[in-house]
């Protein structure tokens, strides 16, 4: 049903939230964590509690605990409920739009780097909606949701690439079918520490908030916490160091390839939140730490890029196929890389001679 679905491309940045915590009767019938905590909890859905225990927002005597653990006799319980995401209104701007396809049904954008796509904590001006809400004035909403004008998906502030737009209610139907269903053909690229192996895989874990750090999602390989995610990679170019990645996405997690990729060992270059900030492989040579500082400073975002996207068109069936070029921040990091590359080569080449 499109009601209940949710494209998680990007993270939601909230306010600390509420902190609850409850100590259970030492007489307390066994029930299930959910319910008792229904009972207690007001102003909350049991939907909304069973996604904060699945995203370890829940602990239960300082542990983490399952969807289904019942309840016992002086449990001590706490949970953090996220505070609000939105402001009470979308305010249009007239920013400019970089659009790459428009017709009755569906917009195909590109996003730059740097640019969020909705209003939150923070963020409640110059944003994609922003943008939208002047520009088209009666995009759809997704319903329970006002302030998303036309989005079925979402990319990360720093992460640069295409998104599509429904222009009418019956495309963001479609749409939202097609993301649910999986069908819908979503390829990035992605710069990453050393070289992964096998060259090409697929990981599938559980992930989700991190239970310590809520700017964070986590892995969770084991139990039910988190939420299912796939992601298939293939290295397109080893350069030892760093590798160019193709990641197509299964399903739409918050932070899905930037927490794949670091869970692989090998994070996203310039990932200040996953690690891809430091030197993960090479020498300690200061020679070698100035280059990569260099790099840093000449790709300061992660080096994520949503090169694709392919759907079926919601009004006339027709398989729509979109690609993009890489920034040019990315190209320039990519191309110093190759260059630091062939120049090791050839003076490894000299000294073997």
């Known amino acids: 049903m499109i009601d ?32 008792f905590l229904m009972d207690r909890v007001e102003g909350n859905s049991r939907s909304r509690i069973q996604n904060a225990i699945k995203e370890g927002l829940v602990t239960v005597n300082s542990q983490f605990i399952k969807p289904n653990y019942k309840i016992q006799p002086g449990d001590e319980v706490k949970i953090v409920l996220p505070g609000s995401e939105y402001p009470s209104e979308v305010i249009p701007e007239n920013i400019p739009l970089d659009i790459r396809y428009e017709d009755d049904d569906v917009l195909i954008i590109f996003k730059p780097a740097g640019m969020v796509v909705h209003p939150g904590i923070g963020n409640f001006r110059g944003t994609l909606v922003n943008a939208l809400t002047y520009h088209f004035k009666q995009m759809p909403m997704m319903p329970g949701n006002t302030l998303q004008p036309g989005l079925v998906h979402r990319i990360d ?29 979503r390829e990035y690229l992605a710069l990453v520490w050393g070289s992964p192996d096998p060259p090409q895989g697929t990981v599938t874990i559980n992930i989700g908030r991190h239970p310590h750090n809520r700017t964070l999602v986590t892995t969770f390989p084991e139990g039910d916490l988190g939420r299912h995610s796939i992601t298939h990679y293939r290295v397109l170019e080893d350069l030892y160091y760093v590798s160019l990645v193709s990641c197509k996405l299964e399903t739409g997690r918050t932070h899905q390839i930037r927490v794949h990729m670091q869970y692989l060992g090998h994070p996203i270059f310039s990932d200040s939140r996953y690690g891809g900030d430091q030197i993960v492989k090479g020498t300690v040579f200061s020679k070698y730490r100035q280059f990569v500082q260099n790099a840093l400073q000449v790709c300061a975002r992660q080096a994520l890029h949503a090169k694709s996207i392919g759907f079926v068109h919601p009004a006339t069936g027709e398989d729509m196929y979109f690609d993009s070029e890489l920034p040019d ?25």
């Open 4 to 35: 209940n679905y949710r494209e998680d491309d990007e993270f939601q940045q909230e306010e600390d939230g509420d902190t609850i915590e409850i100590k259970a009767d030492p007489k307390q019938t066994p029930i299930r964590i959910d319910k």
């Open 157 to 185: 502030k720093d992460t640069s690439g295409l998104l599509v737009v429904a222009k009418n209610e019956k495309a963001l139907y479609s749409l939202a079918q097609q993301f649910f269903k999986h069908t819908i053909h």
């Open 329 to 353: 921040d990315m190209s320039q990091v990519i191309d110093k890389w190759r260059s630091y590359v062939q120049t090791r080569k050839e003076i490894l080449d000299g000294d073997d001679s």
